[in-house]
T-cell receptor, first 113, second 117 residues
Framework: GAGVSQSPSNKVTEKGKDVELRCDPISGHTALYWYRQRLGQGLEFLIY????????KSGLPSDRFSAERTGESVSTLTIQRTQQEDSAVYLC???????????FGPGTRLTVT | AQKITQTQPGMFVQEKEAVTLDCTYD???????LFWYKQPSSGEMIFLIYQGSYDEQNATEGRYSLNFQKARKSANLVISASQLGDSAMYFCAMRGDGSSNTGKLIFGQGTTLQVKP
């Protein structure tokens, strides 16, 4: 079956512009996670969705970051007024339920110039 | 707060030899899970092995084994019979498994492993 997909795979944007990153989880997976990975670093948790429950936004670094997910489908991560420090790979993962193995997508490499 | 520490930024190992990648953790949760992921230069995150905090036996998956020492709060990854394809970044991660936890993973900084022919 299809894995987690993310688009675009690469995004170059100018400082101050807004960007939208997309994640398609594995069909039937109720839990969805966004992580950020700066160059040479580990992954940092950003946000978690589980079904129709309120998302856990505790990892979002600033109010310029937001994310949405409709039901158990696609999620979008939006970064407004991008800054150079936002340059990173943004990884999405989904799992059957909370606590189950997370399957990662290939990531979106964001470069802010 | 939960924390994962990987103290080895880079490691070298000769092909066919075994190597141990270190991981220590800190948590106040009674129930938690420990994971190892491999990240090749292509960037994908590949799940390798999982250890639950209440598991009495060390986890094994093929050439991978997890040396779990709960009292020392360590969860080292042992790779036996290293292969050239094992060259990658390796991440240790933890998930709190209490009722209030969301399943999010806390990652260490990673260890870059290079296997020499």
């Amino acid at each position: 079956g299809a894995g987690v997909s993310q688009s675009p795979s690469n995004k170059v944007t100018e400082k101050g512009k807004d960007v939208e990153l997309r994640c398609d989880p594995i069909s039937g997976h109720t839990a969805l996670y966004w992580y950020r990975q700066r160059l040479g670093q580990g992954l940092e948790f950003l946000i978690y969705f589980q079904g129709n429950s309120a998302p856990d936004k505790s990892g979002l670094p600033s109010d310029r970051f937001s994310a949405e997910r409709t039901g158990e489908s696609v999620s979008t991560l939006t970064i407004q007024r991008t800054q150079q420090e936002d340059s990173a790979v943004y990884l999405c993962a989904s799992s059957l339920g909370t606590g189950d193995e997370q399957y990662f997508g290939p990531g979106t490499r964001l470069t802010v110039t | 707060a939960q924390k994962i520490t990987q103290t080895q930024p880079g490691m070298f190992v000769q092909e066919k030899e075994a190597v141990t990648l270190d991981c220590t953790y800190d948590t106040s949760d009674q129930s938690y899970g420990l994971f190892w992921y491999k990240q090749p230069s292509s960037g994908e995150m590949i799940f390798l092995i999982y250890q639950g905090s209440y598991d009495e036996q060390n986890a094994t998956e093929g050439r991978y084994s997890l040396n779990f020492q709960k009292a020392r709060k360590s969860a080292n990854l042992v790779i036996s019979a290293s292969q050239l394809g094992d060259s990658a970044m390796y991440f240790c991660a933890m998930r709190g498994d209490g009722s209030s936890n969301t399943g999010k993973l806390i990652f260490g900084q990673g260890t870059t492993l290079q296997v020499k022919p």
